[in-house]
């Protein structure tokens, strides 16, 4: 049996998928109308890491209109950072995560670096915030992530490439995939300053011509 697997990028905020992605005329919430961006892109794609950064913009993070901006199927994971605690609170933090419990598939930490927050090792924090959410937490200090140049296993890989070269990126695909268990859901996340959603979309063919 082939395994499911999930694409997506880091964030759906990206000024270069204007015009090329996005329509000229989505509204994008900062004149106060809804914000139509994440349901654009879940239309396309079915899992997303939420940057550490988007819990510090202007405007307020409202996780319960998250959840009904995309398909029942689609898949957040929270990327974790002790620079979120720069812009609000621990417990707010928690209590917007709750609110996306349904669709949350894991907590992430991408940085290698485990700073402390309040006295308390940032790794013990985030163990805890997730044993208390009921996920994974997956990166330094937990459970592996598969990177390009550090292909240990796991199912979610974590891959900076901009997909200009799709024989490249199948022949990574077939590594990582190659890697997990059978049968298992697995997850590829792109992130790249120049990935373009279009590359993201023809990878996402290549995956359905491999049979996934």
Not at 158 to 185: H, N, P
Request: net charge negative; aromatic share 12%; glycine share 6%.
């Amino acid at each position: 049996m082939k395994k499911s697997i999930h694409l997506g990028a880091y964030g759906w905020h990206h000024e270069h998928w204007f015009s090329t992605f996005y329509p000229d005329d989505i509204p994008t919430g900062e004149t106060g109308e809804e914000d139509w961006l994440l349901t654009y892109y879940s239309n396309a794609f079915d899992t997303v890491i939420v940057p550490a950064d988007y819990w510090c913009t202007d405007k307020k993070v409202d996780c319960e209109n998250w959840l009904d901006d995309v398909h029942a199927d689609f898949q957040f994971l929270v990327e974790c950072h002790a620079r979120i605690f720069d812009c609000l609170s621990m417990s707010d933090w928690v209590d917007g995560l709750k609110k996306l419990r349904p669709q949350l598939g894991a907590l992430v930490v991408l940085k290698s670096e485990v700073p402390s927050v309040d006295e308390v090792s940032f790794s013990d924090l985030i163990e805890s915030v997730a044993n208390t959410l009921g996920v994974d937490v997956s990166g330094a200090g937990f459970d592996e992530i598969w990177r390009q140049d550090d292909p240990r296993p796991s199912c979610l890989a974590y891959i900076e490439d901009d997909l200009s070269d799709m024989r490249s990126a199948r022949t990574v695909a077939e590594k990582f995939i190659d890697s997990t268990g059978e049968g298992d859901t697995a997850t590829m996340i792109f992130d790249h300053p120049e990935l373009q959603a279009a590359g993201l979309l023809k990878f996402r063919s290549v995956l359905e011509i491999m049979g996934y």
